[in-house]
């Protein structure tokens, strides 16, 4: 697991938060010992937070975010079935 291309493979998820607490620990603890991968770490977080900021600048009209609601309804109650 904490090889540099398992770690690099996992990078966007550990920047979301999406991995289980276990593999957070793992590649928190790969990332505090392998330089690399720690540049690695701080370009893409840089990347994600100038995108966030950016997005959150742009007004989603009513009408789109209503259909991308009905979308998303639509696809969660399919993937029940």
Known sequence: ?????????RLDDYIDGELSPAVMRLV??????????AAEYH??????ETVRRRLRRVGVPPELRARLHAVFR???????H
């Not at 697991?1 to 493979?9: F, I, R």
């Not at 928190?28 to 991968?37: E, I, K, N, V, Y």
């Open 28 to 37: 928190g603890a790969h990332l505090s010992s392998c330089d690399s991968c």
């Open 43 to 48: 370009d893409a977080r840089r990347t994600v």
């Open 74 to 80: 639509e696809l969660s109650s399919s993937d029940l």
């Open 1 to 9: 697991m904490t090889s540099v291309g398992h770690v690099l493979d």
